[in-house]
């Protein structure tokens, strides 16, 4: 809690509408946290876990905002645009082209995810940081993984095939990872066109308010929905959806394990 109070990132400079965040990371969750957190109070569970995570949404989404630049202002015919295009699964043209119909699609999918909503999920998947495959595998979204190389669940479900949960080198890439994952998966093309149709009426794009089309996302269906929004509205994090990086130099936290 001392850096968070060396860089003004307090309770205090919250209430008083300071938005800055810190750019801070981190290389994983020590095993000791589980039991950490399980004698803390919860008020205090809650603050480290969002001041922690809330740097890698916000730096994840500064990533994805200078790539949405390119897709933007780039020829067509630039490297750097089929990169992009490649890397949101977006297919050329029959002549292996970038069309304008095509930088149209990626604009669709080269966009922000609100930090309320990324931070809402990060807690319920991971359980506030304490499930074994956010300690093994920086795994803090459950996304899966049919490669054969992700963490087997104890209770796999058979009929679902040969399945685990993808693991990440760092708490960042988690994040990366499932910004890219609600970017360009199929199951979540009505975030996509939300946000788009919010992004186009100059209307904020929120948490509370994407979080209605992730009826796909868990099996509980509208109750998961019901419960990231209860989230949201309870820990107030739709003031982090106005939050902004500082320019201070990456700081990156050595953990214990």
């Known amino acids: 809690m001392n ?5 003004g990132y307090t309770n205090e400079a919250w209430q008083n509408g300071h938005r800055e965040v810190p750019r801070i990371t981190f290389d994983g969750v020590s095993e000791k946290w589980k039991q950490t957190s399980n004698h803390i109070p919860v008020k205090l569970k809650k603050k480290v876990f969002f001041r922690l995570m809330a740097p890698l949404v916000l ?3 500064e ?3 200078k790539e949405r630049v390119i897709v933007k202002t780039a020829p067509l015919t630039s490297p750097q645009l ?3 295009a490649d890397k949101y699964r977006i297919s050329t043209d029959k002549t292996g082209q970038i069309n304008e119909k095509i930088r149209q699609e990626l604009l669709k999918k080269v966009d922000i995810m609100p930090p309320s909503l990324a931070l ?3 807690a319920e998947e991971s359980g506030w940081a304490t499930s074994r495959f956010t300690e093994e595998g920086n795994a803090f979204f459950g996304q899966w993984d049919f ?5 087997v669940p104890k209770h796999q479900r058979k009929e679902l095939g040969n399945y685990g949960l993808a693991r990440f080198d760092s708490p960042l890439a988690s994040v990366e990872g499932y910004m890219l994952n ?3 998966t199929f199951a979540y093309a009505k975030l996509r066109t939300m946000r788009a149709e919010l992004r186009k009426a100059n209307k904020p794009i929120t948490g ?3 979080a209605n089309t992730l009826d796909k996302y868990s099996e509980r269906g509208q109750a998961y929905i019901d419960s990231i929004q209860s989230m949201i509205r309870y820990n107030n994090l739709q003031q982090v959806d106005s939050a902004y990086l500082s320019n201070n130099i990456l700081i990156k936290l050595i953990g214990d394990k």
């Open 147 to 151: 490669s054969g190389k992700g963490m």
């Open 63 to 65: 990533n994805i905002l």
């Open 3 to 7: 850096l968070f109070e060396q860089h």
């Open 82 to 84: 089929k990169l992009i």
């Open 59 to 61: 730096m994840s989404n």
């Open 120 to 122: 809402a999920q990060a």
């Open 208 to 210: 509370l308010a994407l």
């Open 182 to 184: 609600i970017n360009t």
